[in-house]
């Protein structure tokens, strides 16, 4: 399966050239990837809608700058909630 996000769109979005960052970054895609699986409480599909992979981006720019732990900013679950699976 294609994943949602390439790692040249996140290098674009972090504004990283070379390649030092990439095991990084695709390791805090891979954490990201599951904080949004988790919240919405469903797998994300290869297509996903566009305040989704905004979502993730800004995900990973958080982990990726913040690395002690700071919370998520709300704007995440913001773009996330609309997309949220209702399990009641």
């Given at each position: 399966m294609a994943e949602v996000l390439t790692l040249t769109e996140i290098k674009e979005y972090l504004r990283i050239d070379g390649e030092e960052e990439n095991s990084l970054l695709t390791a805090l895609y891979a954490a990201a990837k599951e904080h949004c699986e988790?919240?919405?409480?469903?797998p994300?599909?290869?297509?996903?809608?566009?305040?989704?992979?905004?979502?993730?981006l800004i995900l990973i720019a958080h982990f990726y700058e913040q690395r002690t732990g700071e919370d998520i900013p709300k704007v995440v679950y913001a773009l996330l909630t609309p997309y949220?699976?209702?399990r009641w």
């Open positions: 988790n919240y919405l409480q469903a994300l599909p290869s297509e996903v809608p566009m305040p989704v992979k905004q979502a993730l949220r699976e209702s």
